[in-house]
């Protein structure tokens, strides 16, 4: 799916985040058994409050819900690696990987943090977080979460995509 700023969303989807809502879509991935997902939503902070949370791997585990452990183990200019442990419901087992970032900023206009896999309990697993002011707005956000993980543990199709539509918007 084509990552979007809200400048270039139809007048209705635009409404939609003016409203509040936080909207998902769920996509078919080629090759893949688990779906992609995009959220876009807006958040009353500016780009640079949200970034902080977002540039903070360190304490993704207090900050990002649904993680159970966060560890920051480099960071060299705009290269970020991080652990990160995401619990999973009974009786499956929690999630361990180990990604590496690119943290983008253009001050005042954009924010992104753009990770790949490197090793852990997935076959895939990459997404992006972009930031952009929202409507002009000084303290609004337009938040675009991406995601495409595919855990090694089978997990039924219904239920991957129940959890992505449910967690990815409380994140």
């Known amino acids: 799916m084509a990552e979007k700023d809200y400048e270039e969303l139809d007048g209705a989807t635009c409404a939609r985040l003016h409203r509040g809502e936080v909207l ?8 893949s058994n688990t779906p992609s997902v995009v959220v876009r939503g807006v958040v009353e902070a500016t780009p640079e409050r949200v970034w902080a949370i977002i540039d903070d791997t360190a304490n993704y585990s207090k900050n990002l819900t649904g993680l159970k452990r966060s560890e920051e183990i480099s960071r060299q200019g705009e290269v970020v690696r991080v652990r990160v442990t995401v619990g999973m419901p009974f009786p499956l087992k929690n999630l361990t990987s ?29 997404g ?7 409507d002009g707005a000084a303290g609004r956000t337009f938040v675009i979460y991406k995601l495409h993980a595919e855990p090694k543990i089978r997990i039924p199709k219904k239920i991957q995509m129940l959890v992505q539509k449910k967690a990815a918007p409380e994140i």
Not at 24 to 31: H, K
């Open 98 to 126: 180990m990604t590496e970032g690119v943290h983008t900023v253009v001050p005042g206009e954009r924010y992104s943090r753009v990770w790949k896999l490197l090793e852990g309990d997935y076959h895939h697993n990459a």
């Open 24 to 31: 998902v879509e769920t996509a078919e991935v080629p090759g």
């Open 128 to 134: 992006s977080w972009t930031l952009v002011p929202f």
